[in-house]
């Protein structure tokens, strides 16, 4: 049975995530601690002991994520006594960095300074208020797209996370997206979920983001990846590191294909995923877009054991 790794995005953190890792194996601690010295703050700190508000802060929350996904992926390793062998990884937004240190396209180091900066451009891109966000639940792609291109009005509103196929977030100037939510409440019986978010992700108003995001990836060492990444701009396999480097520039500012991405992987024979970091949202997803797969979240001991169990059943064919 071949299986995927995927990895959570913003939206997954709450505070104390990783600590169970962090008590109990020091690969887990090596993590955190690197991280700390990375950034030159005690993001553990913040993770463990810090409020909601301050793990929330999308510098804060990007790079908190990333670790504690690193630190799941890297005691499952260990408590298999040998390297994962995954068809291929995907993450959710942020989480598509973290399959990228996991893999072995950059380091921790770099990763957690590069999503840290990545918070940074993203929450200051729009003046607060300038943007927003807001779920969909009900409609299909081509509906979104409909109603989005009538209520924009000379403004951005787009299809910024495509999470599953009757599960879309709509992105956008927040006028623009108001008159989307107001459409979709005269036309149809679908439930519009307005997100408490920062600023609109994975838009227009992120291209700016993008231009600076370049030139970090121009500081940064890349290498090959051991596995191949299912990009968010494109749901295709990426595997080089210019191919690389172009999908992330490119899903700044573009939807998260995230139902489309498990769809390829399934296509390319993914039987089964384990979603490693805070939280089971892509694990639900999963169910949504696949019937019948099943997917393992990795967030707390018991579950690694499971996730453990079931990958060695995996790779010896039983």
Not at 110 to 115: E, F, K, T
Not at 116 to 125: E, I, S, T, V
Not at 196 to 223: N, Q, T, Y
Not at 250 to 255: K, M, R, V
Request: with cysteine; hydrophobic share 45%.
């Amino acid at each position: 049975m071949r299986y995927a790794f995927i990895f959570p995005g913003q939206g997954a953190q709450q505070p104390g995530m990783g600590r169970e890792f962090y008590d109990r194996w020091d690969a887990a601690k090596s993590v955190f601690e690197e991280a700390d010295e990375a950034l030159g703050f005690s993001l553990s700190e913040i993770i463990f002991d810090g409020t909601p508000e301050e793990l929330s802060r999308t510098e804060i929350t990007q790079p908190a994520i990333l670790t504690v996904s690193i630190a799941a992926f890297r005691v499952l390793e260990l408590e298999l006594g040998r390297p994962a062998s995954p068809l291929c990884m995907a993450g959710h937004s942020l989480g598509e960095y973290t399959a990228l240190v996991a893999a072995g396209a950059l380091s921790l180091a770099d990763g957690v300074r590069l999503v840290n900066k990545r918070g940074r451009l993203m929450q200051n891109a729009v003046p607060v208020g300038v943007g927003s966000m807001a779920a969909v639940i009900g409609l299909g792609l081509p509906e979104i797209e409909a109603v989005c291109a009538e209520a924009s009005q000379g403004e951005v509103c787009q299809a910024a996370n495509i999470n599953s196929p009757k599960q879309i977030v709509i992105s956008g100037h927040a006028g623009a997206v108001s008159r989307a939510e107001a459409i979709i409440g005269q036309k149809y019986t679908a439930r519009v979920v307005p997100l408490m978010v920062s600023a609109p992700f994975h838009c227009e108003l992120m291209r700016g983001v993008a231009d600076e995001l370049k030139k970090e990836f121009d500081k940064i060492e890349w290498h090959v990846p051991r596995f191949p990444i299912t990009a968010n701009f494109s749901a295709r396999a990426v595997s080089t590191v210019p191919e690389i480097r172009s999908a992330l520039f490119s899903q700044t500012y573009s939807p998260v294909m995230w139902s489309q991405s498990v769809q390829e992987m399934e296509r390319s024979g993914a039987e089964s995923y384990i979603e490693l970091g805070p939280g089971s949202v892509l694990s639900g997803l999963v169910r949504k877009i696949c019937r019948g797969r099943r997917s393992l979240p990795v967030s707390n001991a018991e579950e690694l054991a499971a996730a453990v169990e079931f990958i060695k059943g995996a790779e010896d064919g039983e």
